[in-house]
C-alpha cells in the first residue's frame, strides 16, 4: 500500500485531472492582454502566428501551453520581451492554486479598452485632468 501512495506522488499532472499549469494560465493572460491592448484579433494572432484560432484560444486559457521557441516568436508578433508574459507572477502555491491577483481586473476587455483610449489622448494635461477625474469617481483610498 505504501507504494500506491508513493506513486500517485511521482504521477505526471494532466490538464484532465489536475487542470492547467498556474503559470500556463498566468502566460495566457498575459498573451491575451496584449492582443487585446493591440487590438488584434485571435484571427489575426493566429494568422501571423501560424496556427489556428482555437489554438490562441487554447494557450489563453492556459490549456495549452506555449513553448518556449513559440512563446520567443510571439514576442516579436507583440512587440514585447520575454519577461512581460512572467509580469506580475506571484509564487504558485504547492497546492496548485494560482492566487487570484490585480491581473484578472486587469485583463477585462474594458479595462484594455480603457487604456487604449487614455493613449490615444495626446495632451498630456487633458490625460492628467482625466485621471484625476477618475480618482475622483472612485471609492476613497485608504485613509492614512
Not at 484532465?16 to 498556474?22: I, L, V
Not at 490562441?56 to 518556449?68: D, F, M, P, T
Not at 516568436?73 to 504547492?94: A, K, S, W
Request: without cysteine.
Amino acid at each position: 500500500m505504501a507504494t500506491r501512495g508513493l506513486d500517485r506522488q511521482r504521477r505526471r499532472k494532466t490538464i484532465t485531472e489536475d487542470g492547467p499549469d498556474p503559470v500556463d494560465i498566468h502566460v495566457g493572460t498575459r498573451l491575451r492582454q496584449r492582443r487585446t491592448l493591440l487590438g488584434m484579433s485571435q484571427e489575426k494572432l493566429a494568422a501571423a502566428f501560424g496556427v489556428s484560432f482555437q489554438q490562441i484560444q487554447k494557450y489563453e486559457r492556459g490549456a495549452n501551453r506555449v513553448s518556449a521557441s513559440r512563446l520567443h516568436q510571439l514576442t516579436r508578433i507583440l512587440n514585447v520581451p520575454v519577461g512581460y508574459f512572467f509580469e506580475g507572477m506571484t509564487d504558485v502555491p504547492q497546492n496548485g492554486h494560482h492566487p487570484a491577483h490585480d491581473s484578472e481586473m486587469v485583463a477585462s476587455r474594458e479595462t484594455l479598452e480603457l487604456v487604449r483610449a487614455y493613449y490615444r489622448i495626446e495632451d498630456p494635461t487633458v490625460r492628467r485632468r482625466l485621471v484625476d477625474l477618475l480618482r475622483s469617481l472612485g471609492p476613497d483610498a485608504v485613509e492614512h
